[in-house]
């Protein structure tokens, strides 16, 4: 079979989605692990690791020899023999395919035993007439779709969906994996996970052992070899892999890799706030408040510690709205410093990425080349389109992009989807933008940008309009007294250009030495020919290493220099997170630097000491330091210390800085240890010539106390006591800031397997002495897990409790028009004025109504509030043997219970607020700002009986949601009793009855408050003759109420009937009729009477539905949809759907 038809056929089937949205990571032979000192074994991969590829470094890139014993079945893992004394950086590869399975190439039936006589020599496979089948030797899973939608209340709408899973053999050693998702509505991920699901997303793979490896489709493009080009970029594009031989022992790795890019890099610090968990809003790299985050994207720092994402662990992030959070494991306080570094969407311009490397690389020596070329195609803008006049000022402003502004009022013709102003004059201010909905007057457009408090000439006002609506805010004595000005930043294309040459090795039995040199051309405007001097830039360095190792320890030595030029530029960081602080210079230093140091450490199997000294020079800048490091571990103990001191020199200034961090901890027993943690720094900063403190000066001292139990990793318990003492410099000295005190519990404990408890929990006290005294702030942050299984299951249990405090953003809103049926809300214009009003969009009741979707955007005021989360999951059974008892417990084994509640409620953190019951009632309604509070119980008699059974619901919701214009609440009270009875094997009668109290609450729109009252009973009655038939006929009445601005009544009643049939699972039916009578009195074109009639009309009204469905061939499902409505003194309302769907 032709490999080359087989690779055509698969290109051509995924043509059409080649280009997908988000990334896959590709499969690679090699794999990096990250081994703590507290391990003794460490899991590898479910495939078999070659052993002459185990490769251990220490952190700081010195090789590392541990004792261990690896096992390959039935899956890889390291034992080690002996505690490691240091955290280790682990490099191997995999094997492509297990060991444990059978792979072969021919029917071993082929093999016959010798025998004398004559034989044929050549191998003659047997004949056949078999035909190209296309996917014959792959595994495929997944299906495919396509759709059309119409009718005529709506105009056609197209939809389709792809997903598709293939691996497996194309022929004469080619292996393919590929991953294809592509939805007409995508969706990206969220970031409340760890692992993320990705909507829209294409990956193929294919390798072959002897020419490579083809990588297309999204997926990331990584370096992380060379300091100077460090990147994890996202692209939609194609990259090849493969590696040639040279001579005996050479290779010469290659790969080229080019495409779309899909974000770009930032970075922001945030200093963390009081007992604030957040969320934080995230900006790009110019302030932009705006930005969708790309998911997957991001590394957060706390400290310069790299955290983990996932409720469960230390961080959730809202991608879409650009927001981070922190849970209750990671108590966030005045102290901590948060680094967040993500790409985001930028589609000013088409953004193309170009990555290639290659070298020679034998097994003592390594030389790479690499090339990075990342550029906007300036004749290829997306989001924007510059005129003539905007590409001048760009070619006239160089690098200096800062004054590129230009005004975005523009003349516009009126338009209902628009929010549109007019031009007065107004106190002596030529040319005022003023809010308008006058058709007859000449309108104008504008987009307005957040400039600053006190800079602008407008403010955000309160508005019904369908998007934001801005007002002038007259100047005070020239001085502006707005936040936004209707103007905006012009857009450089830009292009950075990076190559590096690397060279590493052994130069000698115990020396390895590494050079490493790079250059960068960073063009920032791409329109302008003017400041192009400071375009390139150099960087260098090289590493020189000696290890001895000799019979009870190792003794090694380095020495380490390198430089950066001002101009010089690449994708992320060269140096660690903290690098900056950890110099003592400013945060936003981005300057040239030469950096050397020198280091040598002694180790054994139990300990280390390490001696480094480092000196820093930069543009008038000079600094020096010391670090001693110090390691035990043993059977007993276990402690680390780190100090170091630095000293520098600057134009103005002169700074003295020490540090110590360090723990130690006691096995009293292998199950009961205590020990203490200390984190100190002493930084004294002094003008030059001057003997007094520089405000920027500081001291504190932290040292944390604790004790516990267990076995420290599946069950334990630990105690702690915390505390932390802050100097500031006022007048020039030191003086008392801050004393915080924090206790701490933090336990978890899995009994059996029957019952699992978990506890996080830190009170923090916090006083502040200067400058102004602030009484004692006191938080709480706290989780508890708790799950529970009795009696064989019989009850389950879960219990979910979350404290803390954090902010809540006011958000924005507005309603944007889609294709009718991928929406969710429906326009109603109850005013008759023709303009869409937020007040006037409601839940669509049925999918050709549904032709907008709700936007939010953030707003710039964050509201401190305290957190509050508590769930609880129960399942009540009785066990099965009672069923057959003959006592009371055969009785009660009919019930059954399911109870679910969930609140998630956020409160003002002034005043007197409830912070810890979450059982006792808010003192003050107003002060809860956000709160999602939902209760459902459910009562079962019978629950699994056919001929008779019962049922009772309690639901109540609660919502709010806080909006710009103030909070917004829908809550439900709800009772609903249900009871079915099986005369006779073909009959089922059911009745429904169903008592409900709805609410609505909105601070801005008088009109969305109202409240209804509903009494609900349905009947059925069905027959069914056989397994392929069902008839139902069915009657309802509903008697509603509203109260508020409309007092609305209606009674309500529907007569209908349900045909269902199916035929040897290749054929399915649905047919439904309603005629509905709704006798309404009151209002039927507001709010309340919308949701009352829900889009029906008063007098009689008529709907139906058609749903037909027809399997071909078992992997092909054909699907006919079609439904309608009409109501009195209106023309029908059709709408028809009609769907393929195969299946891999």
């Known amino acids: 079979m032709n490999l080359a038809l087989r690779i055509s056929f698969l290109f051509l089937f995924v043509a059409p989605s080649i280009f997908g949205q988000t990334n896959p990571m590709g499969w690679t032979s090699k794999r990096t692990k990250t081994v703590a000192p507290a391990k003794d074994s460490l899991f590898l991969d479910s495939l078999p690791v070659l052993q002459e590829h185990i490769d251990f470094t220490t952190q700081s890139g010195f090789p590392a020899k541990p004792h261990y014993t690896l096992y390959q079945q039935p899956v890889s893992y390291i034992k080690f023999n002996t505690p490691l004394r240091d955290t280790l950086i682990l490099n191997f590869q995999v094997l492509p395919l297990p060991l444990n399975q059978r792979f072969q190439h021919k029917d071993t039936s082929l093999i016959l035993p010798a025998f004398a006589g004559e034989k044929d020599p050549l191998y003659r496979p047997e004949s056949t007439n078999s035909t190209f089948t296309p996917f014959a030797g792959l595994t495929s899973n997944g299906s495919i779709s396509r759709g059309i939608t119409v009718g005529n209340n709506q105009d056609a709408v197209l939809n389709s969906s792809l997903n598709l899973q293939l691996s497996g053999d194309l022929g004469q050693g080619t292996q393919i994996r590929a991953s294809i998702t592509d939805n007409s509505i995508p969706v990206q991920a969220d970031g409340y996970t760890q692992q993320l699901q990705e909507f829209d997303k294409v990956y193929i793979e294919l390798e072959n052992l002897d020419f490579g490896l083809l990588r297309a489709g999204d997926y990331n493009v990584t370096s992380q070899s060379n300091q100077f080009l460090r990147f994890d970029k996202k692209i939609s594009g194609a990259g090849i892999f493969t590696d040639v031989k040279a001579g005996k022992k050479g290779n010469v790795p290659i790969q080229l890799q080019g495409g779309v890019a899909r974000g770009k890099f930032a970075r922001n610090r945030i200093q963390g706030s009081e007992g604030n968990q957040g969320p934080y809003k995230l900006t790009g790299n110019s302030g932009e408040p705006y930005i969708i985050i790309i998911s997957g994207s991001e590394r957060v720092y706390i400290d310069g510690v790299l955290m983990k994402r996932g409720e469960q662990y230390d961080y959730v992030i809202d991608y879409n709205a650009g927001e981070i959070s922190f849970t209750a494991l990671r108590p966030i306080t005045k102290e901590r410093r948060i680094v967040v570094e993500f790409q985001y969407t930028e589609q000013n311009y088409l953004r193309t990425v170009v990555f290639g490397e290659t070298g020679y690389e034998t097994q003592n020596f390594k030389t790479t080349v690499q090339y990075y070329n990342e550029q906007d195609s300036k004749n290829q ?51 005022v933008l003023v809010y308008s909905v006058d058709s007859t007057q000449q309108l104008y457009s504008a987009s307005f940008a957040y400039i600053g408090p006190f800079r602008g000439n407008y403010e955000q006002v309160q508005s019904n309009a369908n998007g934001r609506v801005f007002q002038w805010v007259p100047p005070v004595n020239g001085q502006p007294q707005g936040s936004y000005e209707p103007v905006k930043q012009l857009v450089a294309p830009n292009r950075l250009q990076i190559i590096t040459l690397k060279s590493e090795g052994k130069i000698g039995k115990n020396h390895w030495l590494s050079v490493n040199l790079a250059t960068s051309k960073n063009d920032v405007n791409l329109f302008s020919d003017v400041d192009k001097n400071n375009d390139n830039g150099s960087a260098g360095g090289f590493q020189y290493k000696w290890l001895k190792e000799k019979e009870n320890f190792d003794i090694y030595t380095g020495i380490n220099y390198e430089f950066n030029q001002d101009n010089f530029r690449t994708i992320e960081r060269i140096r660690n997170v903290e690098f900056a602080r950890d110099w003592n210079l400013d945060n936003n230093f981005d300057g040239g630097v030469q950096l050397g140091g020198i280091s040598l450490g002694i180790t054994n199997d139990s300990s280390l000491a390490e001696y480094r000294a480092d000196l820093l020079s930069a543009d008038g800048y000079n600094g020096l330091r010391n670090t001693l490091t110090l390691r035990l571990r043993n059977s007993e103990n276990i402690g680390a210390i780190s100090t170091s001191l ?88 030191f003086e008392n800031f801050s004393r915080a005190i924090t206790y701490g519990l933090h336990s978890q404990y899995q009994t059996n397997f029957n019952s699992t408890i978990g506890a996080n929990i830190n009170i923090r006290n916090l006083e502040i002495y200067e400058p102004t005294p602030i009484d004692l702030e006191r938080t709480i942050t706290s989780r508890l897990n708790y799950v529970q299984r009795l009696w064989k299951n019989s009850i389950v249990s879960s219990t979910f409790y979350e404290t803390g405090s954090g902010t809540e953003p006011r958000r924005n809103y507005s309603y944007i028009e889609v294709p009718a049926g991928t929406g969710i809300y429906t326009w109603t214009d109850y005013n008759d004025n023709g303009i869409k009003e937020l007040d006037e969009f409601e839940i669509a009741p049925s999918p050709d109504l549904a032709k907008y979707v709700r936007v939010y955007s953030v707003t710039n005021t964050y509201i401190r509030t305290n957190i509050l989360k508590l769930g609880e999951n129960l399942n009540i059974n009785t066990p099965g043997a009672w069923k057959n008892a003959e006592d009371i417990r055969k009785t009660i084994s009919r019930f059954s219970l399911l109870f679910n509640y969930q609140l998630d409620r956020k409160t003002l953190l002034t005043g007197n607020t409830n912070r810890l019951n979450p059982f006792k009632e808010v003192a003050d309604d107003s002060l809860i700002v956000a709160m999602n509070n939902n209760f459902r119980s459910t009562v079962f008699f019978n629950r699994t009986a056919t001929k008779f059974g019962m049922d009772y619901t309690y639901r109540k919701t609660d919502n709010r949601n806080l909006l710009s214009y103030g909070v917004e609440q829908r809550a439900i009270n709800e009772n609903t009793a249900n009871l079915r009875y099986q005369p006779i094997e073909v009959l089922l009668f059911k009745i429904q009855g169903s008592v409900i109290d709805k609410q609505n609450i909105s601070a801005n729109f008088a009109t969305r408050n109202f409240g209804i009252n509903q009494v609900l009973n349905k009947y059925a009655l069905s027959y069914q003759p056989g397994s392929y038939f069902v008839l139902t006929g069915r009657y309802e009445w509903d008697n509603q109420q509203s109260s508020g601005d409309d007092e609305n009544n209606l009674f309500e009643q529907t007569i209908g009937a349900d045909l269902s049939f199916n035929s040897a699972e290749k054929f399915t039916g649905l047919l439904s009729l309603n005629y509905i009578i709704n006798d309404f009195e009151g209002n039927a074109n507001g709010p309340a009477g919308y949701e009352m009639l829900q889009s029906l009309r008063p007098g009689r009204n008529g709907t139906w539905t058609v749903t037909l469905q027809r399997t071909l061939k078992k992997n092909i499902l054909i699907s006919l949809n079609y439904s309608g409505r009409v109501s009195e003194g209106t023309n029908p309302i059709h709408t028809g759907n009609v769907e393929i769907k195969a299946f891999f």
């Open 381 to 431: 803008p997306l989001l924007q389109e510059n005129s003539n006049e905007e590409k001048e000022i760009l070619a006239q402003a160089g690098d200096n992009l800062n004054n590129a502004v230009v005004s975005t009022v523009n003349p516009e013709a009126f338009s209902d989807e628009l929010v549109l102003y007019k031009l007065v004059d107004s106190l002596g201010t030529d040319s």
């Open 646 to 733: 630095l000293n520098t020199k600057d134009s103005v200034s002169t700074t003295l800085f020490l540090r110590e961090n360090g723990f130690f901890t006691h096995f009293i027993t292998p199950k009961f240890w205590a020990g203490i943690r200390s984190v100190g720094e002493w930084n004294k900063k002094q003008a030059l010539g001057m003997d007094t403190l520089s405000p920027s000066s500081y001291n504190f001292l932290e040292y944390e106390l604790y004790t516990g139990f267990g076995d420290s990793t599946a069950n334990f318990t630990e105690i702690s006591f915390l505390e932390r003492f802050d100097d500031t410099a006022l007048m020039g000295r």
